[in-house]
């Protein structure tokens, strides 16, 4: 297709609005603002950026309203974090699985759980007094919509009444947690699917993502997959008209008649981006959950942000929720989120390299920072965050309601992020210190594919000074002091014969660290979410810094800022919401 006039027109204040921020725009975004594709490579009526939890909702439906929708994906693979994810899926105000379990909501107390100001987690933190009042309006009056559009393209849920195993800070009224059974779809973790006992009844994101996937190429929604977006061409102040794309060093223009809709997924994975709201999330924390499945590169948003786009909600990204931040459940790999163990038989086992070590029983390691020391009680968790009777009693913004909170301390992951000392941000490598005792009691192979030895994120020696000495990876900014960590060892054990963790209060320390060969464990915590992310409007349309709408740009999931939730509900609805206004819009020429 070749430019008509109008499309010739740029806008070049993005980018420069971008450079003010101290931001750099997405590789081309710098050279597009200034000018416009001489002609288009593909065109649709819907374009929709990122094949997950968001993008597959947008667009279907955008396609069953009668859109021709591309569905454009960087990776070579769909589902994004949405297919690694639990399957739990937070979406109430009165579906039909919380009617068929006796289970009274309304959009009304959706609305009114998660903009109330007065809740706040064991650690004091508010769970919904900086959510856009706007952005949950349109949440709660589509939640039921979204809900039986999943299920009637596909998605299984297992039978049971809803309950808050698996999402958070889903309000506190009523449980709303619903499960997408995993059916017989392979999972990504493992390349093949489970046993068929528990296929109905085990909660997966396959469960939700697989059934859209298929529910998506029958209603003729064409997949681009291997093509990451670049940048957005917008007109001079006026309409998003496409997006470019690279696909595999080749660049696609790619034109959007009716609009563009961002599902990329957040920026979790932008160590530059996600600095802005927490200076502490430096290069070290490179085991973001999701990944190497896909992705959170903040390139949705700085694409719209070169575009002029606004960010919102810059609380929520930097306040401590739940598993925002958490623990790791694996140790010794790179990717260690507690919930998902990639397999040797995963399509990305490859850029995984290792399983990792589960951790039963904390007891069995210590956890010591780049100096050899520990830093906090091994068995300490991260925050939980806020569900149905979090809080009891309860009762709508009543300020008491802090007061009925039972206060937790306990946050291992503040600890690790504290650092050495050293003047520098960031809390530096951390290592989980055991011997060979421990792992016969945890019953590890502790070889590969287990743990990457290849990449420095698991070493073994026959002393605890070699061992520090071993611990040479790009992580680790500073050489582990091998008499240091002899020092901690010495006293840990000293703990066990006396049964009292001096330092950290560690519920009676159990073992000692004494038979050789010793171990030190990549255990770093692992960022989960992003919450903060491009203004939107109740329509899902992108807003500029000065509270104009971007005609013809659309965001929803992890890419939208103002909606401090967890997941899969806010993902599925607001791409769901977004498709039904970029689908209404009028074609462009
Ligand atoms: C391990 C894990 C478990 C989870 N469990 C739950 C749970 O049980 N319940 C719950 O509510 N939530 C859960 N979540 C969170 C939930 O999966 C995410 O919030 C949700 O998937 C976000 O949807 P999204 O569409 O914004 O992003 P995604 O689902 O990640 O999709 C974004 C897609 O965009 C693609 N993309 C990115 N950039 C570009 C680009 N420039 N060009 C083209 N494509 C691009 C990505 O590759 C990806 O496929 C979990 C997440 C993880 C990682």
């Not at 609005?17 to 593909?42: F, N, S, T, V, Y």
Request: net charge neutral.
């Amino acid at each position: 297709m070749t430019m008509n006039r109008r499309d010739l027109l740029r806008s070049s204040g993005g980018v420069a609005a971008l450079a003010a921020a101290g931001l750099a725009a997405p590789r081309g975004a710098a050279a597009q603002a200034r000018r416009m594709p001489a002609k288009w490579d593909r065109t649709a009526d819907v374009v929709v950026v990122g094949a997950g939890a968001s993008g597959f909702p947008a667009a279907i439906v955008a396609r069953e309203t009668g859109a021709s929708v591309l569905l454009v994906e960087a990776q070579p693979h769909i589902g994004g974090h949405g297919i690694c994810s639990g399957g739990n899926v937070p979406l109430g105000g009165g579906t039909s699985l919380q009617k068929k379990y006796g289970i009274e909501d309304s959009s009304d107390l959706v609305f009114r759980d998660l903009t109330d100001w007065s809740v706040v987690e064991p650690n004091g933190f508010p769970d919904y007094r900086f959510n856009d009042r706007e952005i949950i309006r349109a949440f709660a009056d589509n939640s039921v919509a979204t809900f039986e559009f999943l299920v009637a393209h596909g998605v299984i849920f297992v039978d049971k009444a809803p309950d808050t195993l698996g999402g958070s800070a889903v309000g506190n009224s009523v449980p709303r947690e619903a499960h997408a059974a995993v059916m017989n779809w392979a999972t990504v973790q493992t390349g093949a699917p489970l046993d068929p006992a528990v296929q109905a009844t085990t909660s997966s994101g396959n469960g939700l993502l697989r059934p859209l996937e298929a529910a998506a190429k029958k209603a003729g929604v064409e997949f681009l997959l291997e093509h990451r977006m670049v940048a957005l061409h917008r007109e001079k102040g006026g309409r998003v008209l496409g997006i470019e794309v690279d696909n595999r060093g080749r660049t696609v223009q790619i034109r959007a008649r009716k609009g563009v809709v961002l599902a990329t997924g957040g920026s979790s994975t932008n160590v530059n981006f996600r600095r802005m709201f927490d200076p502490r999330l430096t290069e070290e924390l490179c085991g973001v959950a999701g990944q190497p499945y896909a992705n959170q590169d903040a390139s949705g948003e700085l694409a719209a942000m070169a575009a002029g786009a606004s960010l919102w909600g810059g609380y929520n990204q930097t306040g401590e929720f739940g598993s925002g931040l958490t623990k790791p459940g694996q140790i010794g790999s790179q990717y260690g989120y507690v919930n998902l163990k990639w397999m040797p038989g995963s399509p990305v086992f490859d850029k995984a390299r290792a399983s990792g070590l589960t951790v039963r029983d904390w007891q069995d390691v210590i956890c010591v920072n780049m100096l050899g020391q520990r830093f906090y009680d091994e068995t300490g968790r991260q925050f939980t965050s806020n569900n149905y009777k979090s809080i009891d009693p309860y009762t709508y913004a009543n300020y008491r309601n802090a007061m009925n909170i039972k206060y937790n301390p306990n946050n291992w992951i503040d600890a690790a992020l504290a650092g050495i000392g050293d003047g520098k941000n960031g809390g530096g490598a951390i290592w989980a210190i055991f011997d060979a005792d421990a792992v016969a009691r945890e019953k590890w192979d502790p070889n590969p594919p287990n743990v990457d030895i290849s990449q420095g994120f698991f070493f073994k020696a026959d002393t605890i000074t070699d061992l520090a000495k071993k611990i040479v990876m790009k992580y680790q900014r500073v050489p582990m002091p091998p008499d240091a960590l002899a020092t901690t060892v010495a006293r840990y054990n000293g703990f066990v014969d006396s049964g009292t963790d001096e330092d950290f209060g560690k519920p009676k320390p159990l073992y000692k660290i004494a038979s050789p060969p010793f171990y030190a464990a990549w255990s770093m915590p692992v960022i989960h979410d992003t919450r903060v992310g491009l203004r939107i409007n109740g329509s899902g349309q992108v807003i500029d810094m000065e509270g104009r709408v971007i005609p013809g740009l659309y965001s929803c999931g992890e890419t939208a800022g103002g909606f401090s939730q967890h997941g899969l509900a806010r993902a599925t609805c607001q791409g769901y919401i977004a498709a039904k206004h970029v689908a209404a819009e009028k074609t462009s020429a």
